[in-house]
């Protein structure tokens, strides 16, 4: 499970990790680690430290439309990644987080793949512009991955015709 969790990690990164999950169980005065103990380490290692901003009822019920956006687009794509875990406590950055892991190691990228993958990213600020019919800030770092994931689709492997003058291609 934890390999799982760890795709991708360096040898600091899973020190860290071990050393967040001890941290965790001895503020509880556990005498071995959990698998809950490695899911807050996780989460902090990769998310960043919970804040603890006073968020207004409205801006939650923003975040958690916008989440829902990106987790209903990739649960409705069936070539994407399963969803892993849906957040709206603020770590970090980031206001909320949908988080995928992918089933197994990927070297080779499919167009079907990448292009659901560019819906996800557009999900949650769909999902806003549908429920609230105007769009925010929070869709910054979606718009900004989904614009180098586009970029990379074009310029380094090819699939231009894949995507239209404002997003997909009929086909």
Request: with cysteine.
């Amino acid at each position: 499970k934890i390999a799982a969790m760890t795709v991708g990690f360096s040898g600091a990164d899973i020190e860290n990790l071990v050393n967040e999950a001890a941290l965790h169980a001895a503020r509880t005065d556990a005498t071995t680690l959990t698998d809950l103990d490695f899911l807050y380490a996780r989460d902090k290692v990769v998310m960043g430290t919970e804040r603890k901003d006073l968020i207004n009822v409205s801006e939650r019920a923003r975040i958690a439309c916008h989440e829902s956006g990106h987790a209903l687009t990739a649960l409705l794509s069936p070539h994407s990644d399963p969803v892993q875990k849906v957040s709206i406590v603020p770590r970090g950055q980031p206001l909320g987080m949908t988080e995928q892991l992918p089933v197994e190691d990927r070297h080779n990228i499919d167009d079907v793949f990448l292009k659901e993958r560019l819906q996800i990213l557009l999900g949650g600020r769909c999902a806003e512009k549908l429920i609230y019919g105007n769009t925010s800030s929070g869709a910054a770092s979606d718009l900004k991955e989904a614009t180098h994931l586009a970029r990379s689709m074009v310029v380094n492997w090819g699939m231009s015709e894949l995507l239209g003058p404002v997003g997909f291609s009929d086909g």
